[in-house]
């Protein structure tokens, strides 16, 4: 197992530490380029837009680089924030899941903008290099965590791909103490990064990136990482849809294996492929086959819903197994 990570960082709520340039530098500089190694001065709130967002990302070693500049002006034009503004809907089934979980094990809020950069929170994205879901995972590195086979591909299970995603990341800041490298090492590997720190003598993000040492994908994916973040997290800003929802809460049911999804909803009461939607990893629209029981996502709002309809499952199963038997000893 392993360890849960605690770092030595004091993670209070969305980036509220010391980010690039820190909040000294943003209420000081009136409108300054990009290129010129600050971010430029967002646009005044519009009205009821009033998330201003917080001055500073909650990891106080962020250092700032003129690639976050750059990546900032690219993303708060009219085709990024058209991006970004499409890619955070698509993420709002999962937002509070995985801001939740981040929280559970002390780790940065905005690592939930990971997501983005890989999948744009489609669930069922695959990569050209065969990569899938929220969070990319190639089918040799689920490693533990997900079972991939003609029944599932939870790699499309936003709940253990996203268990799997925060252990692998957590388990990179606890190799490499920095979250920078943690972040760099899940795009490029574990091993490729401290490879790179082996062969420069440094641990500095930045100057590895520099040096030649990481892949170009990876001297990318940081610093476009964390503009997206800081144009997400500033949201009203820069002109975004705030989204004033409730949270979305999600648990799980278990139901017994090779049961319909079908058979499922039309006890509930939902649409079929709304139970679906929820278990988008069922390659077959049923639990697996030859399971005693799979665990369902479901909101917590539909649990009892869900629960009821599944126990129903379980006794008529139970029924028919008791009738079988009997007839079988006649």
């Given at each position: 197992m392993?360890?849960?990570?605690?770092?030595?960082?004091?993670?209070?709520?969305?980036?509220?530490?010391?980010?690039?340039?820190?909040?000294?530098?943003?209420?000081?500089?009136?409108?300054?380029?990009?290129?010129?190694g600050h971010i430029p001065d967002p646009e005044p709130l519009p009205e009821r837009q009033v998330i201003a967002g917080p001055?500073?990302?909650?990891?106080?070693?962020?250092?700032?680089?003129?690639?976050?500049?750059?990546?900032?002006?690219?993303?708060?034009?009219?085709?990024?924030?058209?991006?970004?503004?499409?890619?955070?809907?698509?993420g709002l089934p999962y937002r509070d899941f995985i801001v939740q979980q981040l929280e559970a094990r002390r780790m940065p809020r905005e690592l939930y903008y990971l997501a983005l950069i890989e999948s744009n929170f489609?669930?069922?994205?695959?990569?050209?290099?065969?990569?899938?879901g929220l969070w990319q995972f190639m089918e040799n590195s689920v490693e533990e965590w997900m079972v991939i086979n003609a029944e599932v591909d939870e790699r499309r299970d936003?709940?253990?791909?996203?268990?799997?995603?925060l252990e692998k990341l957590s388990w990179n800041f606890?190799?490499?103490?920095?979250?920078?490298?943690?972040?760099?090492?899940?795009?490029?590997?574990?091993?490729?990064?401290?490879r790179a720190i082996e062969s420069?003598?440094?641990?500095?993000?930045?100057?590895?990136?520099?040096?030649?040492?990481?892949?170009?994908?990876?001297?990318?994916?940081?610093p476009k990482f964390l503009a997206i973040a800081w144009i997400?997290?500033?949201?009203?800003?820069?002109g975004l849809p705030c989204y004033w929802l409730e949270p979305l809460e999600w648990t799980r049911v278990e139901a017994p294996g090779g049961v319909e999804l079908a058979t499922i909803a039309e006890l509930a009461g939902i649409p079929t492929d709304t139970?679906?939607?929820?278990?988008?990893?069922?390659?077959?629209?049923?639990?697996?086959?030859?399971?005693?029981?799979?665990?369902?996502?479901?909101?917590?709002?539909?649990?009892?819903?869900?629960?009821?309809?599944?126990?129903?499952?379980?006794?008529?199963?139970?029924?028919?197994?008791?009738s079988q038997s009997a007839d079988s000893t006649h």
């Open positions: 392993r360890p849960v990570v605690r770092s030595s960082f004091d993670f209070l709520p969305l980036l509220q530490r010391t980010l690039v340039v820190g909040a000294v530098l943003l209420a000081a500089s009136p409108a300054i380029e990009a290129s010129s001055s500073v990302f909650s990891n106080p070693d962020i250092s700032w680089s003129s690639e976050i500049g750059r990546y900032i002006e690219l993303y708060s034009g009219p085709a990024g924030l058209n991006y970004i503004s499409r890619s955070l809907r698509a489609d669930a069922t994205a695959v990569s050209r290099s065969g990569a899938v936003f709940y253990r791909s996203t268990h799997a995603a606890t190799v490499l103490e920095d979250w920078l490298l943690a972040i760099a090492a899940y795009n490029a590997g574990l091993g490729h990064v401290r420069a003598g440094t641990r500095d993000y930045w100057r590895l990136a520099g040096a030649g040492l990481l892949p170009d994908q990876t001297v990318d994916y940081v997400a997290e500033h949201g009203g800003r820069y139970l679906h939607s929820w278990n988008l990893h069922l390659n077959k629209r049923r639990t697996p086959v030859g399971a005693v029981t799979y665990p369902l996502n479901v909101p917590l709002r539909s649990h009892d819903r869900l629960e009821s309809a599944v126990d129903i499952v379980s006794l008529t199963d139970t029924l028919i197994e008791r």
